[in-house]
């Protein structure tokens, strides 16, 4: 890919809950970003999730110690 094709940008338009739209606001406010940025790193958890559960590997949440707290199920 060209160095254009990498700044290109497609724009889409989303219909959400006003739930939903808080839930992301709030995110967006906590990680000092922006709704896009919310949605891209929440995409690139999810695509990490699903190469994960192809290789049949589990994705924990783990606390300060290593000590495994939840496993995320579902994906």
Request: net charge negative; aromatic share 4%; proline share 1%.
């Amino acid at each position: 890919m060209t160095a254009q094709g990498k700044n290109q940008r497609i724009q889409i338009n989303l219909d959400l809950s006003p739930e939903l739209y808080q839930t992301l606001n709030n995110l967006a406010e906590k990680i000092n970003g922006d709704n896009a940025e919310v949605l891209l790193k929440a995409i690139a958890l999810f695509e990490i999730a699903v190469e994960a559960k192809q290789k049949d590997k589990h994705i924990w949440i783990a606390d300060q110690n290593q000590n495994l707290e939840t496993e995320i199920v579902g994906i």
